[in-house]
Nanobody, 119 residues
Framework: AHLVQSGGGLVPAGGSLTLSCAAS????????MGWFRRAPGKERTVVAG???????YYAESVKGRFTISVNNAKTTLYLQMNSLKPEDTAMYYC??????????????WGQGTQVTVSS
């Protein structure tokens, strides 16, 4: 799958951003999908994900602040990020593949988009 990301940028702490991940076709209802991030000097970690069965996962650090969703046409994945903190600063990636969020590492990836939260 070819995934194209948009959104991201520089935002002050407490602000909001929405990331988008567009697929070439209505594939987001067929596979697991999700968002990862990699902060400078740290490993890539999953932020939020949706299994092919519709189960939603959030990392503890973003629960209550981030929301993952898919548009009705199942062509675009979103990550709404509210109450952003400086520690949310990272390169964010969308991914799709397999049936479970744990399968995403072996799936297809977007090109990445930078999110920077200033204190």
């Amino acid at each position: 799958a070819h995934l194209v990301q948009s959104g991201g940028g520089l935002v002050p702490a407490g602000g909001s951003l929405t990331l988008s991940c567009a697929a070439s076709g209505s594939i987001f209802s067929t596979f697991a999908m999700g968002w990862f991030r990699r902060a400078p000097g740290k490993e890539r970690t999953v932020v939020a994900g949706i299994s092919s069965g519709g189960s939603i996962y959030y990392a503890e650090s973003v629960k209550g602040r981030f929301t993952i969703s898919v548009n009705n046409a199942k062509t675009t994945l979103y990550l709404q990020m509210n109450s952003l903190k400086p520690e949310d600063t990272a390169m964010y990636y969308c991914a799709i593949g397999g049936a479970h969020v744990t399968d995403l590492e072996r799936g297809s990836w977007g090109q990445g988009t930078q999110v920077t939260v200033s204190s």
